[in-house]
């Protein structure tokens, strides 16, 4: 099995999502599908962790470059020093 993209995934649980809420699947077909999207959402939100984890932000400091992790509090301009 080829690996899938984080979109292509998404897009096929927004796909089951849309099947689902029309409501025209068979019991069996809906909880099959119902399946299918818990195992892509699981799928998504690891690889959304992975990416968050990968996240940094370089900064200048002292005339070097410094690699700290992602925090989403931080303000650029109270940081800045021009």
């Known amino acids: 099995m ?6 292509d995934a998404l897009h096929k649980l927004e ?21 299918e999207g818990v195992k892509l959402a ?6 959304l962790e992975e990416a968050q984890k990968k996240v ?10 410094t690699s700290v992790p992602f925090d989403s509090n ?3 301009e109270s940081d800045s020093t021009d």
Do not use: M, P, W
């Not at 089951?16 to 068979?26: A, H, P």
């Not at 699981?42 to 690889?47: I, R, S, T």
């Open 2 to 7: 080829a690996k899938k993209s984080f979109e």
């Open 42 to 47: 699981e799928y998504c939100n690891q690889k």
């Open 15 to 35: 796909e089951i999502t849309r099947e689902l809420e029309d409501g025209d699947l068979s019991l069996e077909k809906s909880l099959n599908k119902f399946d």
């Open 56 to 65: 940094d932000i370089l900064l200048h400091k002292n005339g070097e470059l």
């Open 74 to 76: 931080f303000n650029s």
